[in-house]
């Protein structure tokens, strides 16, 4: 079992910065194919990007593309969002999660952090 942590929510302006993290529990984290999703209050949870298990092929959200970038620190069992230029629709609270049959479905995860707040003001 892969427990993960997300950290780096805030408050932002819109057009604004920040970078979200996600820390594993044990370097299993490495064998998992990895994802960021996120959930606006009233909505349903949105999928944002995935990363395969080597980090070498990502995938974004028409909405994020271009604003967002998915790395992976192996070393750290660290997952990271940058996000740039950041909208008021980005507001929401953002899960990491981890798993082996999933790619933009959260059906195909199995592990998820606790969810980081990101509020974007206009």
């Known amino acids: 079992q892969v427990q993960l942590v997300e950290s780096g929510g805030g408050l932002v302006q819109a057009g604004g910065s920040l970078k979200l993290s996600c820390t594993a529990s044990?370097?299993?984290?490495?064998?998992?194919?990895n994802a960021w999703f996120r959930q606006a209050p009233g909505k349903e949870r949105e999928f944002v990007a995935v990363?395969?298990?080597?980090?070498?092929?990502?995938y974004y959200a028409d909405s994020v593309k271009g604003r967002f970038t998915f790395s992976r620190d192996k070393a750290k069992n660290t997952l990271y969002l940058q996000m740039n230029n950041l909208k008021p629709e980005d507001t929401a609270v953002y899960y990491c999660?981890?798993?082996?049959?999933?790619?933009?479905?959260?059906?195909?995860?199995?592990?998820w952090g606790q969810g980081t707040q990101v509020t974007v003001s206009s």
């Open positions: 044990s370097p299993t984290f490495s064998t998992y194919r």
């Open positions: 990363i395969n298990r080597s980090g070498g092929t990502t």
């Open positions: 999660a981890a798993g082996t049959t999933g790619w933009s479905s959260a059906r195909g995860y199995d592990y």
